[in-house]
C-alpha cells in the first residue's frame, strides 16, 4: 500500500466519524482526494450544499476533526459539487 493510499484510508475513516452529525442535518460529506501535500479535498452532500453555515462546519467541525485525527492534513477544502 502506499503512503498517499494509507493516509487516504486514515482520513476517510476520520471522515466515518464526523458522517453521523452531518446525517442529522440531512446533509453529508463525500472525499474527493488526498494531495501528497496535505490537503483534503472534499464535497458536501445533501442539505449541506447551499447552507449558510457550511463554510463554518467545514472549518470548525471537518477541518479541525481532520487535523486531529490525521496530523499530515494541512487544509481542508471543499469541491463544489457540478451540475
Known sequence: MSENQ???QRVEKALDMIRPALRMDGGDIELVEVT???V???RLQGACVGCPSAAITLQAGVEATLK???PE???VENV???F
Open 80 to 82: 463544489p459539487t457540478m
Open 68 to 70: 486531529e485525527q490525521v
Open 40 to 42: 483534503v479535498r472534499v
Open 73 to 75: 492534513v494541512v487544509r
Open 6 to 8: 494509507e493516509l487516504t
Open 36 to 38: 501528497g501535500d496535505g
